[in-house]
């Protein structure tokens, strides 16, 4: 081989490897565990800091918006008067795990690559928290941490660890909470109890070291079990289905969602079970009561100890959860209900009462957001951007369009790959691997998602605007290959036999005069001019 040829032969290897594994390799470099000395901003002073974490908390299962008459979160009311609440605030995965990371990282899932609730965590990836503790915070985690399946042993970037495997238990039944490694049983209510552990460990802290406490609570995630002193506290009130719930109002959804209601996943045979949907969103209100009271209890140990005016405090949901909205229940979809989050943040010293951020912020932008309230740069290989500006009223260059995806989960397969982009009016949902139609929705005119744009005349220059983003930001940020974990947990694919049957394929892909009868036709002439021969 010639010089030349061998240069052609390095020179093509590189494309064909460029082409079958850039983004992954790509993600993998993002991964890389960087040096966790971040520079200081000068003159700005560590913040201590306090970030409540809420599973499965919609965004709109607030007093303030009243999405059903009765629930009430007077606390939460409280941070969104006298702070800022954050109403256009998203995950980019609505899944426990893949959220949890994006949170803990600042990634996309296809950059942190936990993308299911199973599968073990990368080593290489850096937690937000470690950057903290490099700068000389004193770091606390309590609550679920639930990434990488069922285990609960003190990972890296804390100093103190109260958590348990995988979901916990609202009440006790002979399990453990992991204490710093050492197997404790649990005691009581478990929102209740990690508000003790928090505050406790608030209160034992001695020295000058800035904080950041990692509150992240069990509840309300279901089954829904509300503390004693809560349970029946709604159960005299009406529960207002969704519009969504009957069938025949979502105006040319894919065939994917009409089966899923008759599934695990779907008001038919929700859980496999005849659950009560207006029941369940009261069990879930009287939980988030006690999330709510949770709150309530840090705030009130921050003013007594004088530090309610300079603590940073943020409380978000880890996703939303649907409550019959287009024949769904849980999350993992694109739709508002599934994707969209309560944000508010506490901290007089930076941020005015009554502010009310309008900007697309999520899952992403949190660990930004903290490393910069503690005076450190925002690492580069973040894809989320700090919000505190917007928090502090200064402007500052935002994104346009939200990306969103969820990867299938063979346990539950009902829901299949999704990549969304969110933008301020349309929303575009494009599907992978299954044959069936994409989705737009004009979110200004059509809140709730029930008439799909994707085939309107009038529509089709956006749908291909979005389209075009959307893999123009999933190839910036690596995200153009689909991750693949081997097999692990159960299957909830059961169908409900005398439930809705399967959806009908969809008319406008449906031809009557396709080759097929004319072949037919042709093949029927040959054979009468042979019988006539004969
Ligand atoms: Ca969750």
Known sequence: MSNQQKTSAIFYSIILLCCIGAY??????????????LSKVKGVKPRNIIFILTDDHRYDALGLLKAQSFIETPNLDRMAKEGAYLPNAFVTTSLCSPSRASILTGLYAHTHQVVDNNNPV?????FYPQYLQKAGYETAMVGKWHMGGEFDDPQ??????????????YYPNGNTLNINGKSTPQ??????????????????RKGDKPFMLYLSHKGVHAEFLPAGRHAGKFKDHNFMPPLTMQPGTHQDAPMWVQNQRNSWHGVEYPYHSNLNIGEYYKQYAETLYGVDESVG?????LQEKGLLESTLLIYMGDNGFQFGEHGLIDKRTAYEESMRVPMLAHCPEQIKPGTVVKEVVANIDLAPTLLEAAGLTVPQHMDGQSFLP??????TVWREGLLYEYYWERNFPHTPTIHALRGDRYKYIHYHGIWDTDELYDLQTDSLETRNLIRSEAHQEIVKAMNKQLFEKLRSTGGMYIPLYEDKGRQQNLRYEYGTPGAAFPSYLKRED?????QNKAQQAAEDAMQKKK
Request: glycine share 8%; charged share 25%.
């Open 156 to 169: 890296r970037g804390f100093d103190y660890w109260v958590s348990f495997k995988g979901q916990g238990v």
């Open 514 to 518: 396709t080759d097929k009868p004319q």
């Open 24 to 37: 992954p390799v790509l993600s993998q470099q993002k991964l890389a565990a960087k040096s966790l000395s």
């Open 122 to 126: 990368s080593k290489e990836l850096v």
């Open 297 to 301: 209890r840090v705030m009130a140990y």
């Open 390 to 395: 917007l928090m502090q009223g200064k402007r």
């Open 187 to 204: 005691k009581g209510y478990i929102t209740d109890e990690l508000t003790d552990y928090a505050l406790e460990w608030l209160n034992s």
